[in-house]
């Protein structure tokens, strides 16, 4: 048993690693064939934050382990909103300005809530799963389509993009950005394979159930990187940055990384993601858009609001543990 927790905690320290390899040298083989650095921003980069997410919802739909993937998705969306977020904002209060945001906040509640009522008859069908990865290719290409528009009509720069663009790397030679997309094409499927079939060794062991797994552990795991990127983009004064990572890799969970086991392994659902963490997942959410906005009608997260989002963190463990118990 000591092996296989070695194996998990190695295998996913490796993932997020290569994922972040992996965007950097599909960002910089992008660059250097001339691609505008807002496109690579809302779309190699954007869609970076969920690739943990979506190589392990693969590789567990893959090994017959769909709730994993359901629970690493819900679970990533919790933990991003309630811990991400609510320590970054007790770090260092948010202010945002960027009108991108301001859409995407409204347009995540109303994603979650149709992705909860796919799943409240615990029925994972095929065609829900399709329904969700074209709204998540709709989603992408009407987001280029407006800040496209935007740039066109000389409009300001809106925050989160300028923000965006000052992170994409600079100089970097085709040889080195080939060899660390390779590296992530490589890596990313082997850890994730591994850490699937260690999280489910221990999970049996432990008579825990594989929902559970993908709710805590993984989840957690996986959105590490985006506390770190949300700490980091305070530091900088990146605020708009700090809540667009969160807020966009919500989206994709929910799109395409949600979308995932219903296109490859269809089917029943565990019985607790209706009962607890379907409500629970939209009730942060919809926490998330309360907190947004304030009387004064400045779009921010003050630390009282971060520290109301992070007791909803330990709520949730506290909820799915004493249920093992």
Not at 167 to 180: D, G, M, Q, R, Y
Not at 298 to 317: E, M, N, S, W
Request: proline share 4%.
């Amino acid at each position: 048993m000591l092996l296989e927790i070695i194996i998990l905690l190695t295998s996913l320290v490796v993932l997020v690693y290569s994922a972040d390899k992996f965007v950097f040298g599909a960002a910089a083989i992008a660059r250097n064939f001339g691609i505008a650095p807002m496109i690579i921003g809302l779309t190699i980069v954007a869609m970076g934050s969920s690739a943990p997410e979506m190589v392990v919802a693969a590789s567990a739909a893959l090994q017959g382990a769909p709730d994993t993937a359901i629970g690493n998705a819900i679970g990533s969306n919790i933990t991003n909103i309630a811990l991400v977020l609510g320590l970054t904002a007790i770090f260092k209060p948010l202010i945002v300005s960027s009108l991108t945001l301001k859409r995407e906040v409204p347009l995540l509640l109303l994603i979650t809530f149709i992705a909860s009522y796919m799943l409240f008859d615990l029925n994972f069908t095929l065609t829900e799963g399709a329904i969700l990865m074209t709204g998540f290719f709709v989603f992408i290409i009407t987001l280029l389509v407006i800040t496209l528009r935007q740039t066109k009509n000389k409009k300001a720069d809106d925050p989160l993009l300028v923000e965006a663009e000052l992170e994409l790397p600079k100089n970097v030679a085709s040889a080195t950005a080939i060899f660390w997309l390779v590296f992530g094409i490589v890596l990313l499927p082997l850890s994730a394979n591994y850490l699937v079939g260690s999280a489910t060794v221990i999970a049996k062991a432990f008579g825990i159930s594989d929902l559970v797994i993908g709710l805590t552990i993984i989840a957690i795991g996986t959105s590490l990187p985006e506390l770190a990127a949300s700490i980091m983009s305070l530091i900088k004064k990146e605020d708009d940055l700090a809540l667009g990572n969160i807020i966009g890799s919500n989206i994709f969970n929910i799109l395409a990384v949600l979308a995932l086991p219903a296109l490859i392994a269809p089917g029943a659902v565990d019985a607790e993601v209706a009962s607890r963490d379907i409500p629970y997942m939209l009730g942060i959410t919809f926490l998330l858009f309360l907190l947004c906005f304030s009387l004064s009608g400045q779009f921010r997260i003050t630390r009282l609001k971060g520290a109301v989002l992070f007791i909803g963190f330990i709520a949730y463990q506290y909820l799915i543990f004493s249920q093992l118990a």
